[in-house]
């Protein structure tokens, strides 16, 4: 059985940091490009972020890019999101998503986690 | 970047009814790149439909995924108890990015 468990959100000021992570289990992870969704309250679902199987490409919304970083640690069957400079506009729900490809540049999504609460208010 | 928008926003309905979930793109979705979820308040989002018509595993025939082009259609027969729930879809013939609707609530 496929699980995605998100751990790492909380409450940031704005400017602040955070990574979150996603512990993978349940399939061979480096055989999959893995995602970062999220929804902010009241709104619909935005991609944020994705890494291909061998972490080796990444891709962001430009609305994230130069301030959030997803990268994987394969032996450990673990995705991250570093997020820094954060804004008020990123207070979202995080998702950690599969993909059902290898190569990450876009793909539906065939396994969700629950997610992970981010807010970002002083 | 494909826009996509559902419709309705809410649709109420009682169970044994079927409901008619519409999702319209901004322009063409390549190959019929397009999927269906479920979303159930403090539960992971679950895949229902994905290529606008193939059912992922375990889905029931109940749910069924019709369109191409700008105009897609989600159908669920025979509404369950548990069926009620937000439904959107997401497209991922031009990427990046994928993009995904506002949902519809499907509610009693």
């Known amino acids: 059985e496929v699980q995605l468990l998100e751990s790492g959100g909380g409450l940031v000021q704005p400017g602040g940091s955070l990574r979150l992570s996603c512990a993978a289990s349940g399939f061979t992870f480096n055989n999959y490009a893995m995602i970062w969704v999220r929804q902010a309250p009241g709104k619909g679902l935005e991609w944020v972020a994705s890494?291909?199987?061998?972490?080796?490409?990444?891709y962001y919304a430009d609305s994230v890019k130069g301030r959030f970083t997803i990268s994987r640690d394969n032996s450990k069957n673990t995705l991250y999101l570093q997020m820094t400079s954060l804004r008020a506009e990123d207070t979202a729900i995080y998702y950690c998503v599969k993909d059902p490809d290898f190569y990450g540049s876009g793909s539906y999504c065939d396994y969700w986690g629950q997610g992970t609460q981010v807010t970002v208010s002083s | 970047e494909i826009v996509l928008t559902q419709s309705p926003g809410t649709l109420s309905l009682s169970s044994g009814e079927t409901a008619t979930l519409s999702c319209r793109a901004s322009?063409?979705?390549?190959?019929?790149?397009l999927a269906w979820y479920q979303h159930k308040a403090g539960q992971a989002p679950r895949l229902l439909i994905y290529g606008a018509s193939r059912r992922a595993t375990g889905i029931p025939d109940r749910f069924s995924g019709s369109g191409s082009g700008t105009d897609f259609t989600l159908t669920i027969s025979r509404l369950e108890p548990e069926d009620f729930a937000v439904y959107f879809c997401q497209q991922y013939g031009n990427t990046p990015p994928i993009t995904f609707g506002g949902g519809t609530k499907v509610e009693i």
């Open positions: 322009q063409s979705v390549p190959a019929r790149y």
């Open positions: 890494t291909s199987g061998n972490g080796v490409s990444t």
